[in-house]
């Protein structure tokens, strides 16, 4: 899909109207500086699951570490007035400014991260958002193998996710910071898989960290919100 299309998808599509409803989008058009969106819980309600420690740290230092240095990088620039989804639009593939794209791309993978989480989540969806799992992948067990396999599989730092490519679902990784916004694909749901997301809960227990996000933590009505058309 090339970037005119995406932009006029994107802005009539489920996903971007929910992250600006929602606060996800971190930035509005001509917004100026990058600011960082509130945890949508509190900290500690993800335990004994995912512990306070670890979205505190999380939150607080990487998380808050991005904005800061986006909002470096960008200052004075033509970037200050581009929304974060913009921001990560322009600079994908541009050798020059990997850096910027790297902080607006973890700006936003994280701020989708802390929403695809929520206490009392997990297990299997109901709606309009099970159906089509059922559709595109066969069973929820089959969605579930191939969404724990892609985290799993995902070697070093990344992201697992399930994301929207036209009418079907589907389940994408990538690598450090890059994005399924970057590739005109719409995200319902992620998964950090970089290890200051799970180590000093998991230590380098990967699996049990991703079998614990699926059992305990998703929050399927945000996945659902996130469906476009
Ligand atoms: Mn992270």
């Not at 399924?180 to 380098?204: C, F, K, M, R, S």
């Not at 699996?207 to 929050?219: G, R």
Request: glycine share 10%; net charge neutral.
């Amino acid at each position: 899909m090339d970037r005119r299309k995406f932009l006029k998808l994107s802005a009539g599509a489920g996903a971007f109207a929910l992250l600006q409803m929602t606060g996800v989008s971190c930035k509005g058009p001509g917004g100026g500086m990058v600011i960082q969106q509130s945890l949508p819980f509190k900290a500690d309600v993800l335990e004994p699951y995912i512990s306070e420690q670890t979205v505190l740290i999380h939150y607080g230092k990487h998380h808050a570490g991005y904005v800061k240095k986006l909002n470096g990088l960008i200052k004075g620039t033509a970037y200050a007035d581009l929304s974060i989804e913009e921001i990560i639009q322009k600079t994908y593939g541009n050798a020059g400014e990997t850096d910027i794209f790297n902080n607006a791309a973890q700006v936003f993978n994280h701020t989708f991260y802390w929403h695809s989480m929520k206490q009392g989540g997990g297990g299997e969806p109901s709606g309009i958002i099970a159906e089509k799992i059922k559709a595109d992948f066969g069973s929820f067990y089959a969605f579930k193998k191939a969404f724990t396999s892609a985290a799993l599989s995902q070697f070093g730092s990344g992201w697992a996710w399930l994301v929207q490519d036209g009418d079907t679902l589907k389940i994408l990784k990538t690598s450090n910071a890059d994005t399924p916004i970057a590739q005109g694909l719409i995200p319902l749901l992620t998964i950090d898989v970089w290890e200051h997301a799970y180590y000093l809960d998991y230590q380098n227990r990967r699996a049990d960290y991703i079998e614990t996000y699926l059992a305990h933590l998703v929050n399927w009505e945000f996945a659902q919100a996130n469906l476009a058309g």
